[in-house]
């Protein structure tokens, strides 16, 4: 029977998680606490024209500073956080921080975008587009300089559900963008049923770009399609001047990652932009 086998699968699962070990259950229950604790914070990587080099928007990566294990990476914390159903409120953190802190960099009237990275689940709940509405109004930020990063794995899980909340926010003028594309099983074809107007493409296909000539192939064919559907293409983890001149051949609108500058503090991002 179906739902038999699957409710067992399900306990499998979670008997092979408890013996992944003290650190990862420790982990799980801490994560609930994280932001009471003022143990997370936010920071902030650039997004800058591949041609004009102009910063356009920063990246919000949420950092955990566990007391007792230390810096824990958002690849080990988010999926816990997912997983025991605490994660509604570290989006909710990370969208008000990085809203404030936007506010605060437009006022120097440069022209800057926020993108957050957003979990599946947020897309099964109708009180999704309210809060993020919520937080706009509070910031005092247009809902054009938000952008909502969702992974490809995530649109295409429970697509119909996850539409009725994309279009909420699209409505609000919030610009949604595709994360991590190339990694799952989608196509630009299916994402053309989305209202999505950014593609990020994965940084394993951006990483050894000037030395890979299938990754380079793979880039190109997303730009190019991408474009074909009038979708903005982003590159994420370009970690050379190489790779970044590739990417300008390919003709890639955004570019992000060290060879720009790595993940900042937010007090740190005013005295880096003066000096950009
Ligand atoms: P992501 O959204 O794909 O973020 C990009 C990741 O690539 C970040 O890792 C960033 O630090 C890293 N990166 C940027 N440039 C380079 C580069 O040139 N080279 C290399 N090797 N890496 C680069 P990070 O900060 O560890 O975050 C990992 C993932 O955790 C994110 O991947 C995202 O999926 C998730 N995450 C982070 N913050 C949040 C959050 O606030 N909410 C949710 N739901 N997920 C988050
Ligand atoms: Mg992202
Ligand atoms: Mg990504
Ligand atoms: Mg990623």
């Known amino acids: 029977h179906q739902a038999k ?14 013996e992944a070990g003290p650190r990862r259950l420790a982990l799980a229950a ?5 932001v009471v604790r003022g143990e997370l914070e936010v920071h902030y990587q650039p997004q800058a024209g591949t041609r004009d080099r102009q910063v356009r928007a920063f990246e919000a990566l949420l950092r955990w500073q566990h ?12 999926p816990l956080a997912e997983r ?12 008000r921080s990085a809203l404030q802190d936007l506010a605060r960099w437009r006022e120097q009237g440069r022209d800057l975008s926020v993108a957050v990275n957003v979990s599946a689940r947020s897309l099964g709940d109708d009180g999704f587009v309210h809060l993020v509405d919520q937080a706009l109004t509070q910031a005092a930020v247009p809902s054009e300089a938000l952008v909502l990063e969702i ?35 989608s196509s630009l074809a299916q994402l053309r ?22 990754d380079a192939a793979v880039v190109r064919a997303v730009t ?26 390919l003709d890639c609108d955004l570019v992000q990652g060290w060879a720009l500058a790595r993940p900042m503090p937010g007090p740190d991002v005013r005295q880096w932009l003066e000096e950009h």
Do not use: C, N
Request: net charge negative; aromatic share 8%.
């Open 224 to 249: 190019q399609m991408a474009r074909a559907l009038g979708l903005r293409v982003v590159a994420e983890g370009v970690e050379s001047d190489q790779a970044w001149q590739v990417l300008e051949a």
């Open 67 to 78: 007391p007792v294990w230390g810096r824990v990476p958002p690849d080990e914390f988010i």
């Open 193 to 214: 049923r989305l209202p999505v107007s950014e593609v990020k493409v994965d940084r394993s296909f951006v990483q050894h770009l000037e030395s890979s000539r299938a």
């Open 5 to 18: 086998f699957g409710q067992r699968q399900t306990r499998r699962y979670e008997a092979v998680d408890e």
């Open 30 to 34: 801490d994560v609930a606490r994280a």
């Open 151 to 185: 992974t490809e794995s995530s649109l295409m899980a429970d697509a119909d559900r996850a539409l009725k909340v994309l279009r909420g926010l699209v409505d609000l003028g919030v610009t949604l963008s595709v994360d991590d594309f190339g990694t799952g099983y």
């Open 84 to 95: 025991t159903g605490v994660i509604g409120g570290l989006t909710d953190y990370v969208l």
